[in-house]
């Protein structure tokens, strides 16, 4: 038998993770209960997972609102909300409930029938909205997944186009892990290795009309784009961009879809990011905040083409269970009861000002860009000697100082509070920062 990587056997270490979970709390831990401490974590997380995220030393155990506690009781402020996951903030008391009634109720039941909660969900997400129908999944890639097929799927079955079944992206792009996601994804350092990538896939560079112009043809099933490029670092579509891509995609035939995975749910201060481009895309996908932290996420799609779905083109075993859309449906009804949109906009608004405020203060800041709580901050790149990463380095300081914030790039800080952050947590995080931004870029 190979040896473990350090001192614990795995059954000592199955045990001890048992022990903690299943031990009352004793008055001392309070309402964190019991926890192995952060060491521990770390050391078991390195012995059993697969190795295929950095993570910071700190493990969360518990959230409320714009805060999260870690293993060892430390608090802190979450401007990153699990990127852009926790939008109501965590253990908002409408999602606690509507999951623990449904957990009691029903937890999954099979799309070979009918789903009273997938239904009203449906009809909350696509009222008001240009899209006629919808189709859940668990995530944001297989929500592009779905979106690449069903625009394939659309030219054949629908248009028959045997020939049109290009998807065109954006260099730079997010669209997931999955490999047609990693393909649709403009960024060949998801790609490498990996190869070989299915085909059909073309990209042109963000915010290029003429090259746009150039790449989509009668060969083309759809375009696919962020409003906001958000792994890309929190680059914004110009509002010529995102026209033009609708006029060009109507002009030969193609499909307009938004990946809003990161963008929807009210992020950007509307419902959803293309409200601000007065442009109606043919499909957008959504996940992150949909489930409020549980997985699900969803395609939506005008009438004409999720036609194009008919039984057995497409499926998911827990796509739309009961769980998730109970979740999800709380997310969708507390967004609007509460005001969330606008008060993204407002409070994002602010939070950009304050931003901008602290940017005055400090030459190395480049630009503050975005909209609504979807902010990033650019940083020049640092000459000389020192660390040529300064965001990752900014970010690393405001963990320390207690802020979850996350460097999307060497120099792209990314701010993604919870829709529901007031003015004195901005103020706060902001203090955070400054002090890190000192620290760091002198
Ligand atoms: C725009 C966008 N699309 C797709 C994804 C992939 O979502 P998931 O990780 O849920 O598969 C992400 C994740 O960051 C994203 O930001």
């Known amino acids: 038998m190979t040896a473990l990587p350090c001192g614990a056997s795995r059954a000592t270490a199955t045990s001890e993770a048992t022990t903690a979970m299943s031990r009352a709390p004793s008055k001392a831990e309070g309402a964190f209960g019991a926890h192995l401490a952060t060491d521990r974590i770390a050391e078991l997380s390195r012995m059993y997972l697969m190795n295929t995220y950095s993570r910071a030393s700190i493990a969360p155990v518990r959230g409320s609102g714009t805060r999260l506690w870690d293993a060892d009781g430390r608090e802190y402020l979450d401007f990153l909300s699990g990127i852009a996951v926790c939008a109501l903030g965590h253990s908002h008391p409408a999602v606690v409930s509507a999951v623990q009634k449904q957990v009691a109720m029903l937890l999954h039941c099979s799309n070979l029938y009918l789903i009273e909660g997938q239904a009203l969900l449906a009809k909350a997400l696509l009222d008001g909205s240009p899209f006629g129908k919808a189709f859940f999944c668990n995530s944001g890639a297989e929500a592009n997944e779905a979106a690449i097929k069903l625009a394939r799927k659309y030219a054949r079955a629908v248009r028959h186009e045997e020939e049109r079944y290009e998807i065109v992206t954006a260099l730079n792009s997010f669209h997931g892990r999955t490999l047609a996601t990693i393909t649709a994804t403009g960024q060949p350092k998801y790609q490498k290795g990996f190869e070989p990538l299915p085909p059909g896939f073309r990209y042109v560079p963000f915010n290029d009309v003429p090259a746009l112009d150039r790449a989509v043809s009668d060969r083309t099933a759809a375009v696919l784009l962020e409003a906001i490029q958000g792994e890309g670092g929190v680059h914004v579509a110009d509002e010529a961009y995102l026209k033009r891509a609708r006029q060009v995609c109507d002009e030969r035939g ?109 030459p190395q800041v480049a630009e503050v860009r975005g909209k609504g709580l979807m902010i990033g901050m650019e940083l020049r790149p640092r000459e000389g000697h020192g660390s040529e990463a300064p965001a990752r380095a900014v970010a690393a300081a405001c963990l320390g100082g207690g802020l979850l914030v996350n460097a999307v790039s060497d120099t792209t800080l990314r701010f993604l509070p919870p829709l529901v952050v007031s003015q004195a947590d901005i103020d706060e995080a902001v203090a955070i920062l400054e002090k890190a931004m000192a620290g760091v870029l002198g």
């Open 254 to 362: 193609a499909l307009l879809i938004l990946d809003e995975v990161q963008t929807g749910m009210g992020r950007t201060g509307k419902m959803f990011a293309f409200e601000h481009y007065g442009i109606e895309p043919d499909a957008i996908t959504l996940a992150k905040a949909l489930g409020g932290g549980v997985p699900i996420g969803a395609l939506l799609a005008k009438d004409e083409v999720a036609a194009a779905f008919t039984p057995g083109t497409h499926a998911s075993t827990f796509g739309g269970n009961p769980l998730a859309c109970a979740a999800a449906l709380a997310v969708v009804e507390t967004i609007r009861a509460e005001g969330l949109v606008e008060r993204a906009a407002e409070v994002g608004r602010y939070f950009a000002e304050a931003l901008r405020a602290l940017a005055s203060r400090f």
